[in-house]
Structure formats: structure tokens, C-alpha cells
């Protein structure tokens, strides 16, 4: 079956600069990730802050062009798209709703503005219809000619929700949707984001840096470390029997008392290491209290199998 979004071999490298005088340095940011989701399905990607998912979430939404590999939509590539085509499959909703509303306009025309530019209806059809999924999404209509300023974050959220579903895409995806929330309002919007999946048969694809989110929501899990990809199954399956050991120490940060504060310090130390300068062998080396001799020298390639895929010398020594 043609999965309905599908990265292969992606990569993203940025030149940057390092300081004056000196030569510009190339940052992998995303290293060769293959992603596969089914239509319908919520493929969940967790990793600390700089592990490359929101750079991924950019090439998804065809914002940010990939330096090598491709991103597929029904097995077309995005590239070749239309970009107005694209906007009407698939469209975000980001972390901080309120950097990414406009100030200045009001809710309902926020909501409305995809409609606008696709030139959907009349101008009062185009409200009706904001106003339709600002009370789907569990805005009364009062509240359509107010501006973001005068709503709280997750009423805010709300709104960005309204606006990306306004347009009935068919892959959302969510890059960080409740981090910004308090803890309360996280709950609502992530019930608010699954009932929203069934009534409009939604695929998401789901950025957080906190598994405890993810396993909420997702329905198949891929972990990223520096770039990669390092594990990729089920969610049922990864709670239950996490492989990798990075997966492993995520998983025990759900288990502290604030989650939201990443992976704790388990002995493997906080420090993420400098993409500029990556590990040589496993990129988790240097942070692995499993590691082998031969971590530290050879990369580990992603090993398939029916428990789903995972890139770890523990593993494919037993092949
Ligand atoms: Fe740890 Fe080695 Fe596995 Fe990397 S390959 S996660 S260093 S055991």
C-alpha cells in the first residue's frame, strides 16, 4: 500500500558560520530519515531540542527544501506540486500560537485567511465557514471578532487549529502543538486534536521532545538523536520493550515528576552533543552506558524487524 507521506533519504544541511576569519562549517541537521505513514495514522517524532525534527517538519510542509533525498505525498513528490495543491493537503499547526497568528486581524478572519487564498466562496461564506470550525474546535462564535491578544494560549491554539482544518487537509502536521500550554490545557487540546483526527479522517504527523505526549496521541513512534532516526515502531510496542538505549532514557524522563524537562540526567549527562561536531561511530556514544568497543568507530545502520526498525550495535550483533 503507497503510504501517504513518505520521506526517503532525506537529508537537510545548513552552512554556517563559526566566526570570523574562520571557514564556514556544514550542519546535518537531518541525516538520511526514512519515514513511512499510513493515511489515518498519527506517526509521533521525539528527540531533544536540536535533533533535527523541526527542520524535518519544514521539509514536510515543503518549507524548507531537502539538500538530498525526497518527501512523497501518495507517492508523488512534493517538489512537483503545486504549491496551493500542497497547502490544501497538508498544512501545520506550530508551537507557539501566538507568534504564529497575526496580531492585528481577528479570529475569524486568521481562520478564514486559507480560504481567502484559495479563493474559496463568497466573503461571508468564507466567515460562516470559520466560524463553523471555530466552534468545532471549541470556540463559541462571540469570539470571532476579537484578536489573539484577547484569548488565552490554549484558546490561541484553538484558533490555530481551526485555521489549518478550515481548508479539510488531509495530513496535519503538529510541530510541538502543546508545549507552550500549561499542563491542564495540554490534555484538551491533545483530546481536542484526536476526536478532530476521527471526524475528518486526519494523518498526523506529530513533533514533541516528551514521549509521555506522544504515547497519547501517536500510533506508531520514530526517535531521533542528532539527525537520525534511531528507532521506529509502534507505540505500544516501544513503551513496552524500548530497544535503543537513547529510547530507553527518554522513556525514564516520562517517569520524573516534570516530563517537560527532557531526559534527565541518568548518568548519561545532559549535554547534547554539537551537531557541527558529531560523534564519530554512534552518534550516542559518547552519552551510552551500553556502548561497545566498536560504537565509538562504526555507525550503526538501521536493523528491520518485526519489532519495528532500530540503529544499535546491541542489535545487529545478533544478526
Ligand atoms: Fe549505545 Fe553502541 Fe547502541 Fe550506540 S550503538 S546506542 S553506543 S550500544
Not at 131 to 160: F, K, W
Not at 187 to 202: G, M, P, S, T
Not at 312 to 318: D, G, N
Amino acid at each position: 500500500m503507497t503510504a501517504l507521506i513518505e520521506t526517503r533519504d532525506l537529508q537537510r544541511t545548513f552552512s554556517v558560520s563559526v566566526g570570523m576569519f574562520k571557514p564556514r562549517q556544514t550542519l546535518h541537521a537531518v541525516n538520511g530519515v526514512d519515514l513511512s505513514v499510513q493515511r489515518k495514522d498519527v506517526l509521533g517524532i521525539v528527540g531533544e531540542s536540536g535533533c533535527g525534527k523541526s527542520t524535518l517538519a519544514r521539509m514536510l510542509l515543503g518549507l524548507t527544501p531537502p539538500s538530498r533525498g525526497s518527501v512523497l505525498i501518495d507517492g508523488q513528490d512534493i517538489s512537483k506540486i503545486d504549491r496551493r495543491d500542497l497547502a490544501r493537503r497538508v498544512q501545520p499547526i506550530f508551537q507557539d500560537p501566538y507568534s504564529s497568528l497575526n496580531p492585528r486581524r481577528t479570529i475569524a478572519s486568521i481562520v478564514s485567511f486559507p480560504l481567502d487564498v484559495l479563493g474559496v466562496g463568497t466573503r461571508s461564506e468564507r466567515r460562516k465557514k470559520a466560524i463553523e470550525m471555530l466552534e468545532r474546535v471549541g470556540l463559541p462564535a462571540r469570539y470571532a471578532d476579537n484578536t489573539p491578544g484577547q484569548l488565552s494560549g490554549g484558546q490561541r491554539q484553538r484558533v490555530a487549529i481551526a485555521r489549518a482544518l478550515v481548508i479539510n487537509p488531509e495530513i496535519v502536521i503538529c510541530d510541538e502543538p502543546t508545549s507552550a500550554l500549561d499542563v491542564s490545557v495540554q490534555a484538551q487540546i491533545l483530546n481536542l486534536l484526536l476526536d478532530l483526527r476521527k471526524e475528518f479522517n486526519l494523518t498526523y504527523v506529530f513533533i514533541s521532545h516528551n514521549l509521555a505526549v506522544v504515547e497519547h496521541i501517536a500510533t506508531q513512534v520514530a526517535v531521533m538523536y542528532l539527525g537520525r532516526v534511531v528507532e521506529q515502531t509502534q507505540t505500544a510496542e516501544l513503551f513496552k520493550h524500548p530497544r535503543h538505549p537513547y529510547t530507553q532514557a527518554l522513556l525514564a524522563s516520562v517517569l520524573t515528576p516534570e516530563p517537560g524537562l527532557g531526559i534527565p540526567d541518568m548518568g548519561l549527562g545532559l549535554s547534547f552533543p554539537d551537531p557541527l561536531h558529531p560523534p564519530t561511530g554512534c552518534s550516542f556514544h559518547p552519552r551510552c552506558q551500553q556502548r561497545r568497543p566498536e560504537c565509538s568507530v562504526d555507525h550503526p545502520h538501521l536493523l528491520r524487524d518485526a519489532h519495528g526498525e532500530v540503529a544499535c550495535h546491541l542489535y545487529t550483533a545478533k544478526t
